[in-house]
């Protein structure tokens, strides 16, 4: 069964920093790219970075472009996210997804990550920030 297990989230003041982390099971974490999108109330999911297998190819929105930080751990097959200078707009529920990357490369996935295209997804860690 695939998991995807999302940890880290929290309440934390602007400026401040928060590490989210994924814990993948149940399938081969070396074929996959993983994902971090987020969801603020009334909006839509957006993505936030995304990492490939290798490590080799990253994706940052232009709004957390600087500050936040994506890195895989093969051994542990977790992904984390780094989250530095927070803001208050970066309030909203963290989730990782799972895209094959083979279907990553054909759709272009980290190039400009469609939430639609990833495949699994965990439940969410929701982020705060207050002003």
């Known amino acids: 069964e695939v998991q995807l297990v999302e940890s880290g989230g929290g309440l934390v003041q602007a400026g401040g920093s928060l590490t989210l982390s994924c814990a993948a099971s149940?399938?081969?974490?070396?074929?996959?790219?993983i994902g971090w999108f987020r969801q603020a109330p009334g909006k839509k999911r957006e993505g936030v970075s995304c990492?490939?297998?290798?490590?080799?190819?990253?994706y940052y929105a232009p709004s957390v472009k600087g500050r936040f930080t994506i890195s895989r751990d093969i051994a542990k097959n977790t992904v984390t996210l780094q989250m530095n200078h927070l803001k208050p707009e970066d309030t909203a529920v963290y989730y990782c997804?799972?895209?094959?990357?083979?279907?990553?490369?054909?759709?272009?996935?980290?190039?400009?990550?469609?939430?639609?295209?990833?495949?699994?997804w965990g439940q969410g860690t929701q982020v705060t920030v207050s002003s």
């Open positions: 997804a799972s895209i094959g990357w083979a279907t990553a490369q054909a759709l272009g996935a980290l190039i400009f990550p469609d939430p639609d295209d990833f495949d699994s």
């Open positions: 149940g399938f081969t974490f070396d074929d996959y790219a």
């Open positions: 990492i490939s297998p290798t490590s080799g190819t990253i």
